[in-house]
C-alpha cells in the first residue's frame, strides 16, 4: 500500500510558472515528487464531462490519486426547501463528475450547527443524507466515497464525533478528518502524539483498523480565534500550528497509508512536499532502527 502526498488545488507557484489549465497539474506534481490531488469544486461543479475525464486520464498515467472538494454551499442540516435541493444536486454533481474524473472519495462540509439544540441538528442532516443515499444508489454512485469533513468553527457542523456518527450511516461514509481545522476548534491542542493519537485511537474504535488505514487527511497550519478557524497559512508562517512531525510518527509506527492533502494558503503543494519530507526522514529512521 501507498501513502499519497498532494495539494488542495493549485498553489500560487504553479501560475507563476505560467500554467493555466488543471490538465497540466498531473506532470507538474510529479515532477515534484507527489501523488494526489485535490479537485477544488468549492464554487460550484464547473467542470465539464470532457475536461474532467481527460485530467482523470491525465492522473492515472501519471499515479495521481484523485479526489473533489465539493461546493461549500452544502448543508445538511438545513430545513429550508429550496437549499435541500441544492444540496442535494451538489453531492449528485460532484459524485457523477468524481466518476467520470475517477477520483475515489468526494469530501464536503456537513453544514450549519448554530443555533437550536446541537442534537436535533445532527439528527436532521443524518435524516436528510441517508435520503441523499437512497438517490446516489439509484445512480449508480455507491462506489465513490462520500467523505464529511471535520470542521474549525464553533457554529459549524462537523466535529469528529458528529463526522463519525455520519459515518455510521453506512460504508461509504467515511471520515475526511482536516487536522488544522481540528486543531482550531479545541483551541490549539492537537500539539502532541497523545492528541493525534487520540484522535486516531477513536477514529478506529467507532469505525474500525479500515477507516483509520485509509484515512483521508487534510493538513495545513490555521490560525483561529476563540469562535474557531480564522484563516489558513503556509508553514513559511510559524506562529501557527499543528505540527505534522507526531502526526507523522504516528503513522510511520502503525503502519497507516492515508492520503494527505494540503490546504495551505497558496503554498498547497510546497507544504504538502514538506510534510512528505517529514514522513520519508521519519520512515528511514523507523527502518533503521
Known amino acids: 500500500m501507498t501513502i499519497y502526498f498532494g495539494p488542495a488545488g493549485n498553489s500560487a507557484s504553479f501560475y507563476a510558472e505560467g500554467h493555466k489549465s488543471s490538465l497540466e497539474m498531473p506532470e507538474w506534481l510529479v515532477k515534484r515528487r507527489?501523488?494526489?490531488?485535490?479537485?477544488?469544486?468549492?464554487?460550484?461543479?464547473?467542470?465539464?464531462?470532457?475536461?474532467?475525464?481527460?485530467?482523470?486520464?491525465?492522473?492515472a498515467a501519471h499515479g495521481i490519486k484523485m479526489s473533489i472538494h465539493a461546493p461549500y454551499y452544502i448543508n445538511l442540516s438545513?430545513?429550508?426547501?429550496?437549499?435541500?435541493?441544492?444540496?442535494?444536486?451538489?453531492?449528485?454533481?460532484?459524485?457523477?463528475?468524481?466518476?467520470?474524473?475517477?477520483?475515489?472519495?468526494?469530501?464536503?462540509?456537513?453544514?450549519?450547527?448554530?443555533g437550536g439544540d446541537r442534537r436535533e441538528t445532527l439528527e436532521r442532516a443524518k435524516t436528510f443524507l441517508k435520503d441523499i443515499l437512497k438517490e446516489v444508489e439509484d445512480e449508480g454512485l455507491s462506489g465513490i466515497?462520500?467523505?464529511?469533513?471535520?470542521?474549525?468553527?464553533k457554529n459549524q457542523l462537523g466535529s469528529l464525533e458528529e463526522v463519525l456518527e455520519l459515518c455510521e450511516l453506512g460504508s461509504q461514509i467515511v471520515p475526511?478528518?482536516?487536522f488544522g481545522h481540528m486543531h482550531a476548534l479545541t483551541g490549539g491542542r492537537c500539539t502532541d502524539r497523545h492528541s493525534f493519537s487520540a484522535v486516531l485511537d477513536r477514529i478506529e474504535e467507532r469505525l474500525g483498523r479500515e477507516?483509520?488505514?485509509?484515512?483521508?487527511?487534510?493538513?495545513?497550519?490555521?490560525?483561529?480565534?476563540?469562535?474557531?478557524e480564522k484563516k489558513h497559512w503556509s508553514t513559511l508562517e510559524t506562529r501557527f500550528g499543528p505540527d505534522f512531525t507526531p502526526l507523522a510518527e504516528l503513522l510511520v509506527e502503525r503502519d497507516l497509508k492515508p492520503t494527505i492533502i494540503c490546504e495551505?494558503?497558496?503554498?498547497?503543494?510546497?507544504?504538502?512536499?514538506i510534510y512528505r519530507d517529514i514522513y520519508e526522514r521519519i520512515k528511514s529512521g523507523h527502518l533503521k532502527s
Open 34 to 59: 507527489l501523488n494526489a490531488y485535490e479537485y477544488q469544486c468549492g464554487r460550484g461543479v464547473n467542470i465539464g464531462e470532457e475536461m474532467a475525464g481527460r485530467l482523470g486520464q491525465l492522473a
Open 78 to 114: 438545513t430545513q429550508d426547501a429550496e437549499i435541500k435541493v441544492k444540496t442535494r444536486g451538489h453531492l449528485l454533481k460532484s459524485l457523477k463528475i468524481a466518476r467520470v474524473m475517477g477520483a475515489k472519495t468526494v469530501v464536503f462540509h456537513p453544514g450549519a450547527g448554530k
Open 145 to 153: 466515497l462520500l467523505a464529511p469533513e471535520t470542521m474549525g468553527k
Open 176 to 178: 475526511a478528518v482536516d
Open 211 to 228: 477507516a483509520v488505514q485509509n484515512l483521508h487527511i487534510h493538513f495545513s497550519p490555521v490560525e483561529f480565534t476563540g469562535a474557531g
Open 264 to 273: 495551505s494558503d497558496k503554498r498547497q503543494a510546497e507544504d504538502a512536499a
